[in-house]
């Protein structure tokens, strides 16, 4: 009976040694800088121990050592007197004393104190916080001792004390998490998960393309000028000498108020005009944003890999890429899209892949020689199409329904369930 209320003793140590180790290291950081704010003396001596969880790492270990190898021997003890009391076969005997022993610490020593633990850390570090300092106290020469034999083979083996960071995948899967119980709202989730593809975003994929610039010749009338600005509403205008791709300098809509004042008082439009900020498509745009700020500008044209112009990007582009579209007074909101039947749809061709196949019931390939669906259409006819010419592509038939020069401006997109004709 001795050997037997010995043993259950143990077993019950060698389930809060293992509790305690999943417990303590389960606590995650969050929850560790909360515990750094209570007042609570549990929560001052679990923020106490975890300061040097190397030692706390060792006591535990220790601990649940000697108590095991004590559960064994007398388990092996109690066995032997059985054996002698009963007259049991001692082959049998000592098979049937390694069997039970090992299941017994395996899931009352193990696997349950370690569920419990690894579902509610921090309440169960609680729990056992005072009686595992009192341990730590207990064993200090030992654990010391063990914590210098330990660094003495780091330095031997170059192995270097390091603190685990969240990689960005588990950061990410953590704030799924967090969506998907209520704790982050969608609109978060997705600057959240902006601002991380913001360093990996280049001013190419933001970019006004040139088509789309609004721009004017140099020796336009400062009139011309103040109408495109009323009827585009944009604050700047690039201005340009002889063709685009040299542009000269932007003019500021506020610098045009002394001459609506004094209208006798006319300058030529490069008189008007501000240095232009010049930056290659390739930057990457959080790099913009601080150039930005440096610089203290607002608007940048972009240049290809020959010093032409292949677009302008603004401050208001930089920042939507993680806050979301922005509208002013002066944006007219367009649908990109719009439908006209069933799976038939009227679709602005600048319409980029991603939201495409995020709104279309059949996903178009994504690749890196065009970015939108009149990309796509470009690549697939080799040349630029007729109006109501249709090109066919897997499932969808894409109709041009507009053309704005060289520029594909409107298809209807109708889609061909499988299974039909």
């Not at 008189?271 to 498509?281: D, I, N, T």
């Not at 990007?313 to 006209?340: A, N, S």
């Not at 990309?375 to 249709?390: A, C, D, R």
């Amino acid at each position: 009976m001795i050997y037997g209320g010995i043993f259950i003793v143990l077993l019950f140590l060698s389930a809060f040694f293992s509790g305690t180790e999943i417990a303590f290291f389960s606590i995650s950081k969050i929850d560790l800088s909360n515990l750094k704010e209570e007042r609570t003396g549990s929560a001052r001596k679990i923020v106490k121990l975890l300061s040097d969880q190397r030692k706390l790492l060792i006591t535990i270990l220790t601990g649940n050592t000697l108590v095991n190898i004590s559960a064994a021997i007398i388990a092996t003890l109690l066995t032997v007197r059985l054996i002698r009391r009963y007259q049991f076969s001692e082959t049998w005997g000592m098979i049937i004393e390694v069997v039970s022993v090992t299941f017994l610490i395996l899931i009352f020593g193990e696997i349950i104190p370690k569920v419990f633990a690894v579902k509610r850390p921090v309440a169960f570090a609680r729990k056992v916080v005072f009686w595992i300092d009192l341990v730590c106290l207990i064993f200090y020469p030992v654990s010391s001792f063990l914590e210098r034999l330990t660094e003495l083979f780091s330095k031997v083996f170059h192995l270097k004390k390091s603190e685990r960071l969240l990689s960005e995948d588990e950061l990410r899967t953590l704030i799924e998490l967090g969506e998907e119980k209520g704790m982050i709202q969608e609109e978060e989730k997705d600057m959240i998960d902006s601002i991380f593809e913001f360093g990996e975003t280049t001013v190419r994929e933001i970019m006004v393309p040139r088509i789309d610039m609004v721009c004017l010749e140099v020796n336009t009338p400062i009139e011309k000028l103040a109408e495109l600005i009323q009827e585009a509403g944009h604050s700047r205008i690039p201005i340009y000498k002889g063709r685009i791709d040299n542009i000269i300098g932007i003019i500021h809509a506020k610098d045009l108020i002394p001459f609506s004042v004094n209208t006798k008082k006319i300058v030529g439009l490069d008189k008007l005009a501000r240095a232009a900020y010049f930056v290659p498509e390739s930057k990457k745009i959080d790099e913009l944003l601080r150039e930005f700020q440096r610089e203290k500008t607002h608007m940048a044209i972009v240049v290809d890999e020959y010093g032409g112009t292949a677009g302008l990007v603004t401050l208001e582009d930089v920042i939507e890429e993680i806050v979301g579209e922005i509208q002013d007074e002066y944006d007219r909101e367009q649908p990109l899209f719009r439908k006209i039947a069933e799976n038939i749809w009227l679709v602005d061709a600048k319409i980029d892949i991603p939201e495409f196949n995020e709104n279309f019931p059949e996903p178009l390939p994504e690749r890196e020689d065009y970015e939108s669906l009149g990309g796509l259409i470009f690549s697939i006819t080799g040349s630029v199409p007729e109006e109501k010419e249709i090109i066919s592509y897997n499932h969808y038939k894409f109709q041009i329904e507009k053309l704005e020069g060289q520029r594909i401006a409107k298809v209807k997109v109708i889609y061909t369930p499988r299974g039909t004709k």
